[in-house]
């Protein structure tokens, strides 16, 4: 498939949402709200610009990524940088064609070139396994609650980071969205063409991920 990968322009915010839209449309809950994270992330000084790629075929976008600037909360009381991605979306017609991963790929070898050292994202570890990442737990990385979410996953780009990032994560506030009764994001949803929200199979699959998690002592006594 000939696909271009590029950064993301100005003149492409737009036609990046309604992929988005599409892409993410009843696929965590009926209806989605990720166009909407699209377009309050490139406002956000968490927002990292550069790793801000789109996928073009035959002069339409089908594909986009979008990373941020987050941190973890070591346990030894230092904080260590981080970066982390989404939304990341594909056409439906496009996926499972391979543009996620190049899209990944490329921004991931730009990440590591600007000196990250490490991408923590939430995502499905059957899906991302496929690109690098393991369970963050895996170098004792858990979530701000203390536990270890199955759905919390890690990429070292450096592999000397693994020594030093154990600790809690947290993805910050460029990812905190308001709630979708909120009137800024009805008024946003009102520009995009009427869908249909509905139930899909792979809401439960998300469910069955956003609860899946364990208490981090549990877990560490089960290592001892």
């Given amino acids: 498939m000939d696909v271009m990968i590029r950064n993301e322009r100005p003149g492409d915010y ?19 709200c990720e166009h909407y994270l699209a377009h309050l992330m490139r406002e956000r000084p968490e927002f990292i610009r550069e790793l801000d790629f789109v996928a073009v075929r035959d002069g339409r976008i089908v594909g986009n ?11 030894d009381g230092t904080t260590h940088p981080a970066v982390t991605f989404g939304p990341i979306s594909v056409l439906p017609a496009y996926q499972g064609q391979g543009i996620g991963k190049r899209l990944i790929e490329t921004s991931k070898k730009l990440a590591a070139d600007m000196g990250a050292d490490v991408i923590i ?4 570890p059957d899906y991302y396994s496929k690109t690098g990442f393991v369970p ?3 170098y004792g990385v858990r979530n701000g609650e203390n ?3 199955a759905a919390l996953l890690a990429c070292l780009l450096k592999p000397e980071a693994a020594a030093s990032i154990k600790g809690r994560y947290s993805e910050g506030p460029a990812y905190e969205l308001p709630p979708v009764t909120d009137p800024a994001f009805l008024e946003f949803e009102e520009t995009f ?9 792979s809401q ?6 956003v609860n899946s998690t364990v208490p981090w002592e549990e877990r560490a006594k089960g290592r001892d």
């Fill in 14 to 32: 737009r036609e990046t949402e309604e992929v988005t839209r599409e892409a993410f449309w009843n696929v965590h809950e009926p209806g989605c």
């Fill in 65 to 75: 990524i979008m990373y941020a600037r987050t941190e973890i909360q070591c346990d």
């Fill in 121 to 124: 994202i939430y995502g499905d």
């Fill in 136 to 138: 963050a737990e895996t």
């Fill in 147 to 149: 536990q270890c979410a």
């Fill in 193 to 201: 063409p009427p869908k249909i929200k509905g139930k899909a199979p």
């Fill in 204 to 209: 439960e699959r998300f469910a069955e991920l």
